[in-house]
């Protein structure tokens, strides 16, 4: 799960101030009423040279002083829902009361509109003021804060940072007080309420003082809190020792009412469905956790690209595979290939130039790649190495800003190898090497093995696997030109080869050799679905399916369109049947045949062909059922459904290429 979206507006709210010196300081006095929107604020800020004032346009500032006198302000114009304010004077200390009615939550949000920028928004159920939504004067870069919020009763909320103070109501026309300082520089301020229990746990540290645990549960889910303390405090005792000292006093898990999570200092803010599911504590909470070192201790130059999430990636989920079997981590790896390789022609980037996940096509990229750029790195300069550079580059970082030049000096420093080539090659070039074995043959002792990559070619460890009689041997060589023949000492008894089986390189898997997954399609640059029931809802429901699922715009065509794109066929399972026999097209596989409401499958198919997936349904309910869980599971290759619950699910085999050797 991502850092939470900011640096796109946050960077355009800037009041004019002066270059960097010690950070900028703000205080704010906050009054929420979540049943009726209202949001009233005071808001002090000790910065130089202020003058203009960006906010919410529903938010109104009713007065100024500066440095302690009266200042008349103006509103000026608003761009893209953000209304600059002018004061007519400027000073060393601005204060500012503004108050306006948030916009009601918005339960509709999905998880793609959730990560584009929202506006600050109130509901009894939740509300959400992010910090790119200007609900507050943003002093532009990093800054510390101190937060007073008021709320009603029954109502609790929180903002990043370590607790001071709170004075809870007590029942009656009373309200809850809270206080929160964030001494650390950080970039935005993010304010969550709602009508949460708060659990809490301490824990005690030897050298930092005690830690405060806290869950802001709403009491459907407060059962939950134990499990999340636990697991927040494992994972916290986890990084603490591998990386360096948890850098807050405090860590809350809170839950939301949209469908999304996020990552911020001192606390992860994660969808409450989605906190119901068991596996989020074993991995995404992990992951936001070690958010409070990658994103969140050491911040991202995101100028220079974002390190963070594929780092974080990395050290959380690939880790916790890598713990579970090498097969899981296989897999894992897998699927980043199998991204890859299902990116639209010209779709990829450089990995310098990923920010933020924004669209599906920029996480195959910013997770995936930059996850797998640490597998090759450790491969590369060895296990201790990799975590002494890790500890360095925290050690160095905290607090401040850091880019991927930060991380190679680390490496280097700590593996004494010049590591300038392997950081250019995998940030800067957009293309992914596809080395390949030409021939094999044996040589006296030896084997000679000829390999090919395009040009300019990459610089590449490749690992060749020679299997045997006396089973399989493995050798790392380095292959930096186009065509390179090198001689390996395999044994006399071994007979083919396979290159990189095990995919520890970053490469363009042959497409053939890939299973199809649905992420072809949804992020397809020209899809198109065929409808092969003449039913009115199953038709509508195809069409709602259609819009949620393609995130390019999707064309309906007939059946019989002989267009090249990746088609999608949708009908009731009878009709289904029909088509594909009609068309020549495997049958129904085993693996999802007879199995729930509705079925979904790619069909592997012969290189040039049109590729094509089907849904097939038992009816028009099961095919509305799928329009919000089916963008979500692109990395399959088939699913049953019952309902919105995904029974069942696979990926169709890869094939790894074996050469034989020659004699
Ligand atoms: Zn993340």
């Known amino acids: ?359 599906g096509a920029d996480a195959a990229t910013g997770y995936g790649k930059a996850a797998m750029l640490f597998v090759m790195l450790r491969d590369l300069i060895g296990k201790a190495a990799f975590e002494e550079g890790l500890r360095r580059f925290w050690a160095a970082q905290r607090f401040r800003e850091a880019s991927w030049d930060d991380l190679r000096a680390a490496f280097e420093a700590t593996s004494g190898r010049d590591l300038a080539v392997f950081f250019a090659q995998w940030l800067e070039r957009a293309d992914a090497p596809a080395p390949r074995v030409v021939s094999a043959r044996v040589q006296g002792a030896a084997i000679e093995v000829t390999l090919e990559q395009s040009d300019p070619p990459y610089a590449l460890r490749v690992p060749l696997v020679f299997d045997g009689a006396d089973g399989s041997v493995t050798h790392d060589v380095e292959l930096s030109r186009a065509k390179e023949t090198v001689s390996v000492s395999a044994g006399g008894s071994v007979r083919s080869l396979r290159l990189d089986p095990d995919l520890r390189l970053w490469r363009a898997l042959d497409p053939d ?22 039913a009115d809802d199953v038709r509508g429901a195809a069409e709602h399916l259609a819009d949620r699922l393609f995130e390019s715009p999707v064309r309906r065509v007939a059946l019989a369109d002989t267009g090249n794109g990746p088609l999608l066929i949708v009908g009731l399972h009878a009709e289904i049947d029909a088509a594909l026999a009609r068309l020549g097209l495997p049958p129904r596989p085993a693996e999802v045949a007879s199995r729930g409401s509705a079925q979904v499958w790619a069909i592997p198919r012969a290189p040039g062909d049109t590729p094509i997936a089907v849904v097939s349904v038992r009816d028009a309910a099961a095919l509305d059922a799928l329009a919000r869980p089916l963008p979500h599971y692109g990395s399959q290759s088939w699913l049953a459904f019952d309902g919105r619950r995904a029974l069942v699910r696979g990926v169709w085999p890869l094939r790894v290429p074996l050469t034989a050797i020659e004699n």
């Open 513 to 534: 050799a890939l299973p199809p997954i649905l992420r072809q399609w949804i992020l397809a640059s020209a899809p198109r679905y065929a409808v092969v029931s003449d």
């Open 1 to 359: 799960m991502p850092l939470r979206p900011r640096a796109a507006l946050a960077a355009a709210l800037l009041i004019a101030c002066s270059a960097r010196a010690a950070p900028a300081q703000l205080e704010l006095d906050v009054a929420l009423d979540p049943g009726t929107r209202a949001l009233r604020v005071e808001a002090t800020l000790h910065a130089e040279r202020a003058v203009t004032v960006m906010l919410h346009e529903g938010l109104s500032i009713t007065a100024a002083t500066v440095d302690g006198e009266p200042v008349a302000v103006q509103a000026g114009p608003t761009a893209q829902g953000v209304r600059s304010w002018r004061l007519a004077r400027t000073g060393r200390q601005l204060h500012i009361v503004y108050e306006g009615t948030l916009a009601p939550l918005d339960r509709r949000a999905d998880h793609r509109r959730v990560l584009r920028a929202l506006p600050p928004m109130a509901a009894p159920e939740g509300s959400f003021l992010p910090a790119g939504s200007a609900w507050y004067p943003t002093p532009g870069g990093l800054f510390t804060y101190r937060v007073r919020l008021s709320l009603p009763a029954g109502q609790r909320g929180l903002v990043a940072g370590d607790l001071t103070g709170e004075q809870l109501a007590d029942g009656g026309g009373g309200r809850t007080v809270a206080t929160f300082e964030m001494g650390a520089p950080t970039d935005g301020i993010d304010l969550m309420a709602g009508p949460y229990v708060v659990t809490e746990r301490i824990v005690e540290r030897a050298a930092a003082g005690p830690l405060h645990l806290r869950t802001y549960f709403t009491p459907a889910i407060a059962a939950l809190a134990k499990g999340y303390l636990d697991d927040s405090a494992r994972y916290i005792a986890r990084y603490s020792k591998s990386i360096g000292a948890y850098p807050f006093a405090s860590f809350s898990v809170v839950a939301s009412p949209l469908p999304t999570g996020f990552g911020m200092p001192t606390l992860t803010y994660i969808g409450e469905a989605v906190l119901r599911l068991p596996f989020i504590r074993a991995s995404s909470l992990g992951h936001e956790v070690l958010h409070n070192w990658w994103g969140n201790g050491v911040y991202v130059d995101y100028r220079r690209g974002n390190w963070a999430e594929g780092l974080t990636t990395f050290m959380a989920d690939y880790a916790y595979k890598e713990e579970i079997s090498a097969d899981a981590a296989r897999e894992m790896r897998l699927g980043w290939l199998r991204d890859l390789a299902a990116l639209p022609p010209g779709a990829a980037k450089p990995l310098s130039a990923f920010r933020s996940r924004a669209h």
